[in-house]
Every structure is written in C-alpha cells, then in structure tokens.
C-alpha cells in the first residue's frame, strides 16, 4: 500500500515542484500563465496517448518490472529538464515525461485489484490516493524552498533522485499478485464475499446482459475491450465525473500558489502553513470518504461508492464559493479546507467502482481508457486557465484573473453531484454484470 501511495505520490510531485516554480520559470524563460500551462499540459497530453498501450502491457505481462522500468525514465527525464536552458528544451522533457507518468495509472489500478480484498477497496484506494495529494503537497513546499535556496534546477534534480530511490524500492519489494486473485468470483469461493456483491445476489438483482462480456477478457484486442468497458453505464459515468474533477484539481494545482499570493497577499512563511493545512484537508477527504463508503455498503446501501462522491463533488463547490469570495486568508483557510477534503474524497470510492463493476482481466485497460480522459483533462485545465485569466484580466499576473476562473471552474463540480446520482441506478446490475462475466470467465 505505502509502495503504491508513493507511485501516485512521485507521479503528482512533479506538477507540484512546477505549480512552486512559476515565478521563477517566468523570469528565466520570459514566458507567461499560457506556457506554464502548457508545461503542466504536456505531460497529461502525451500520457493520454501513451496509457493505451501501458493498459494492454498491464493486462499481459509482470506488473512490478514494468512500474519499476518506468519510474528510473520518469526520472532520467526530471534531470533533463533541470538541464533545460530554452523554453522548448524544458517543453521537450515534459514530452518525455508524460510518455512514462501513464504507467502508473493502469498498473496501479491493477495491482491494486489483486493485492486486497474487495469488500476494502474504496477504504484502500483512499490510503493509496492519499499519495497523489501528499506528492502533490511535497512539491509545491518542497521545491519552492530547494528552488528559493538554490534554483528551480535542483528542485527537478531533488525529485529525480527520489524517484530512482523509489524504483528500487519498488523493484525489490512489491509482490506481483496472480491475475484476480482478489476477484468476487475467488472472494466467493474462499467464503469471504464482498458487501456489495453480496447485497447484489440478496436483492436478486439481474445482471444487465450488455455488460456481461461475450469473449475471454484475456483474449479481447483493445478494441474489443474498448467496446465492452463503455457499455457498461456505471463505468462511463464515473470516467466523466473523474475527468472533470482531475480537471479542476490540475487547473488548481497549477495556479493555486500564484492565486493565494495575490489574492491574499501571503508572503512564502504564510505559503508554508497554508499548503500543507489544504493539503490536510484533502488529506483527511481521501482517508475518511473511502471508509465511509465501505462502511455504509455493509451495512446494505449498495449504491453508497456512487453516492458518497456525488454528495462530495456538491460540497466542494459550495464550499470553494465562499472561499474564493472573501479577501481575507484566515476566512478562506477553513473553508478551503473542507473543500478540499470534499474534492479529495470522492475519488477512493469512484476507483473501488471501477474495479466492482469491470472483470479483472480488463482492469488494466478500462483504467486507460479512464485516464486518458482524466489526462486530456488535466491536459486543457492548466492551459485553460492561464488563457482565461488572460482574457478576463488582460497583461495583468495577479490573481484577479485566476479569481474568475476558478470561481468559473466550480460549475462542472455541482454537474459532477448530478450525473452521478444516476449511476445509483445502473451500479448494482453492472455489479452483478461483473460477478456473472468473472463465473464465466475466470484466468487460470
């Protein structure tokens, strides 16, 4: 579990060391908010593409060397760009970067299918998530302090030789799990079952015959997967209620740091208090939402994973409001607090769905097909945003342009409340869909 928090921590660490940088990157390559965003962007865009065949790859062949081989790269291209004299020479490394940072999502996701029981999972994924956030935190304080005592290189270099330490790590002490070793249809045999699976069989819901695959998920071409993964309507709903909230998370990630300078006017000690106390909040959202949802399908609300987001993402936005409203830091610092722990928290629950609901000989690639919509939309957020606040406060690199757009950017988090409401319908037959397609077809 720490192994896999810290993947998902080194994977977030290096936008954070980038959203620290900005005023740095600014006045060493003469560029504005647009070509930070594209920094940021480039990865997010390259990995997109790059995920589709990492999801096949983590289908078919050892899950750990192919983690551990990705994350020496990830780091070969941090050096790089901490080399970086040109604004194109630092774009190309993003480039780079971005063809590595897809492994992690899908052999994630797989592994973590494998390596813990069902009925833990949302609990589970919400302690591993919690590596996103705390990579995502260790950045923005992390490397603006190394970048303000020696230079915004060796913040690139500082992460770089953590993520070779970390590929070692993983290298010697990551088990590689059997193929659904932790599947419903195995839980079941065992005796142990699964909360939801079991309130499924009890409520004698019928399994939607769509969702029920016709061929081997081993055999399936990733067109064929590709198919199947986005008939079932449970999975399509949470791939587009997690893209929009990866796509406001990477937009805040980016420019937070330059929005609460301006806005609040925090100098780098108050910066050093404000961050991590966000980053708490979040913190606390992914630990606490996953164990509740848990919590509440055992006790026999089926639809709870599905739920427990759709009342987070509702409560973000309206927290975020009034925070984004007042002028004063010592106001918005509670409020952004719990909304960030709203935000943080619907997604341990949303990626235990993905794993109820899809057979686990397709985990790897449903999870691409999920992070490439996640990584075009932390892909456009960063530059969307630098574009906007350009439009709505022309010349002008205080936060009154950011002000807007991030008060803009809360519409799509009350949308995400409500198409997730009507996955509560389709979850449990997609569930049941999942435990009839693994009777059928269980790997070897």
């Given at each position: 579990m720490l192994l896999l928090a810290c993947v998902l921590a080194l994977n977030t660490a290096d936008a954070g060391v980038i959203g620290a940088i900005?005023?740095?990157?600014?006045?060493?390559?003469?560029?504005?908010?647009?070509?930070?965003?594209?920094?940021?962007?480039?990865?997010?865009?390259?990995?997109?593409?790059?995920t589709v065949p990492v999801g096949m790859l983590a289908d078919r062949v050892p899950?750990?060397?192919?983690?551990?081989?990705?994350?020496?790269?990830?780091?070969?291209?941090?050096?790089?760009?901490?080399?970086?004299?040109?604004?194109g020479w630092l774009l190309a490394s993003r480039v780079?970067?971005?063809?590595?940072?897809?492994?992690?999502?899908?052999?994630?996701?797989?592994?973590?299918?494998?390596?813990?029981?069902?009925?833990?999972?949302?609990?589970?994924?919400?302690?591993?998530?919690?590596?996103?956030?705390?990579?995502?935190?260790?950045?923005?304080?992390?490397?603006?302090n190394v970048a303000a005592e020696l230079s915004w290189r060796a913040s690139f270099w500082f992460v770089a030789v953590l993520g070779l330490l970390l590929a070692a790590a993983v290298w010697r002490l990551l088990p590689e799990p059997g193929r659904g070793a932790q599947g419903p249809a195995r839980a079941g045999a065992r005796g142990g079952g699964e909360a939801a699976q079991q309130a499924v069989d009890q409520s004698g819901v019928r399994p939607r015959p769509e969702s029920v695959p016709t061929t081997d998920p081993s055999r399936m071409s990733l067109l064929q997967a590709a198919r199947?993964?986005?008939?079932?309507?449970?999975?399509?709903?949470?791939?587009?209620?997690?893209?929009i909230g990866y796509f406001f998370l990477a937009g805040l990630r980016t420019f937070a740091i330059v929005f609460v300078q301006h806005r609040y006017g925090v100098g780098r000690a108050g910066l050093s208090l404000l961050v991590p106390v966000i980053?708490?909040?979040?913190?606390a959202?992914?630990?606490?939402?996953?164990?509740?949802?848990?919590?509440?399908?055992?006790?026999?609300?089926?639809?709870a994973r599905v739920l427990v987001p759709s009342a987070a993402y509702t409560a973000s936005a309206l927290l975020f409001l009034p925070?984004?409203?007042?002028?004063?830091?010592?106001?918005?610092?509670?409020?952004f607090f719990l909304a960030a722990a709203a935000l943080a928290g619907a997604n341990p629950p949303l990626d235990a769905v993905r794993l109820d609901v899809v057979h686990f000989g397709l985990w790897g690639r449903a999870e691409s097909i999920r992070t490439i919509l996640r990584m075009l939309g932390e892909a456009i957020a960063p530059v969307l945003f630098g574009w906007l606040s350009g439009v709505f406060a022309p010349g002008d690199h205080s936060g009154t342009g950011l002000d807007r757009v991030f008060l803009l950017a809360l519409v799509p988090l009350l949308v995400n409340g409500l198409i997730l409401l009507r996955a509560r319908r389709d979850y449990p037959a997609d569930v049941a869909a999942a435990m009839e397609s693994e009777r059928r077809f269980t790997a070897a």
């Open positions: 900005v005023e740095q990157l600014q006045a060493a390559l003469h560029i504005g908010n647009t070509q930070i965003g594209v920094l940021t962007a480039a990865p997010s865009l390259v990995g997109a593409v790059a899950r750990v060397p192919l983690l551990a081989g990705s994350i020496v790269l990830w780091s070969a291209a941090m050096v790089v760009g901490g080399l970086a004299t040109s604004y780079a970067l971005g063809a590595v940072t897809a492994t992690a999502g899908p052999t994630v996701a797989s592994l973590t299918g494998d390596l813990f029981p069902p009925r833990e999972r949302a609990g589970i994924y919400g302690r591993i998530l919690a590596g996103e956030l705390i990579g995502a935190g260790f950045g923005l304080v992390v490397g603006g199947h993964v986005l008939r079932i309507r449970t999975n399509v709903i949470i791939i587009v209620a997690s893209a980053g708490l909040g979040a913190l959202g992914v630990l606490t939402a996953g164990r509740l949802a848990d919590r509440l399908v055992r006790r026999g609300r089926i639809a925070g984004l409203l007042t002028a004063s830091a010592w106001l918005a610092m509670p409020l």
